[in-house]
């Protein structure tokens, strides 16, 4: 069974800085690509960065371009979103989410996804 | 970046009955070289995160029920909902896969009339 687990959220003040985790499991990690997703609170969905299944390309919105990098462990099946120089409008849940498309694409639906954590940016 | 839109905002249908929602790209998403159109829809309840429903804007994701199909090509999709269930109320989006960023349509939200 596929299992994206988000971890690492938090209350942050402007500025400052988050790391966030998404653990995962059931299937062959680094065949696929990853992404994530956010959901700023009542609103829809944000695409904000991806990671290429063969580790050779990463992709940003330009929301966070400059300011968060998204990488993989591929050994430890863990995805990562270092997110820095962090505003009120980054306050959001943040999905992990993997492509459907094997072989690693980064151009494929995303076909399951994590609970999500929630990032609050506040003074 | 490709804009998606969708239409309507919301609505509401009574049970068994036929639900449409329309999503729009700013260009279109058809890749000529592999003749696929690179258009997803996902169902979101409260709460929970996006579920896949259709990828490559027709191929109903493993498991969902046939009731909800998806049409269209290059710039104008179509999701239908073919007899509403009571569990179908959520939000739908649709997204295009087809040029980074990836994009989102707004959601549509559908309700029980």
């Known amino acids: 069974e596929v299992q994206l687990l988000e971890s690492g959220g938090g209350l942050v003040q402007p500025g400052g800085s988050l790391r966030l985790s998404c653990a995962a499991s059931g299937f062959t990690f680094s065949s696929y690509a990853m992404s994530w997703v956010r959901q700023a609170p009542g609103k829809g969905l944000e695409w904000v960065s991806g990671?290429?299944?063969?580790?050779?390309?990463?992709y940003y919105a330009d929301s966070v371009k400059g300011r968060f990098t998204i990488s993989r462990d591929n050994s430890k099946n863990t995805l990562y979103l270092q997110m820095n120089s962090l505003r009120a409008e980054d306050t959001a849940v943040y999905y992990c989410?993997?492509?459907?498309?094997?072989?690693?694409?980064?151009?494929?639906?995303?076909?399951?996804w994590g609970q999500g954590t929630l990032v609050t940016v506040s003074s | 970046d490709i804009v998606m839109t969708q239409s309507p905002d919301s609505l509401a249908v009574s049970l068994g009955e036929r639900a449409t929602i329309n999503c729009k790209s700013s260009q279109s998403v058809l890749y000529s070289s592999n003749n696929k159109n690179y258009l997803a829809w996902y169902q979101q309840k409260p709460g929970q995160p996006p579920k896949l429903l259709i990828y490559w804007a027709s191929t109903r994701e493993s498991g969902v029920p046939d009731r909800f199909s998806g049409s269209g090509s290059g710039t104008d999709f179509t999701l239908t909902i073919s007899s509403l269930q009571a569990e179908d109320v959520a939000v739908y989006y649709c997204q295009q896969y087809y040029n980074i960023p990836f994009t989102f349509g707004p959601g549509t939200k559908v309700d029980i009339k």
């Open positions: 990671f290429s299944g063969d580790g050779g390309s990463t």
């Open positions: 989410a993997k492509g459907n498309n094997v072989g690693g694409t980064s151009y494929s639906a995303f076909d399951y």
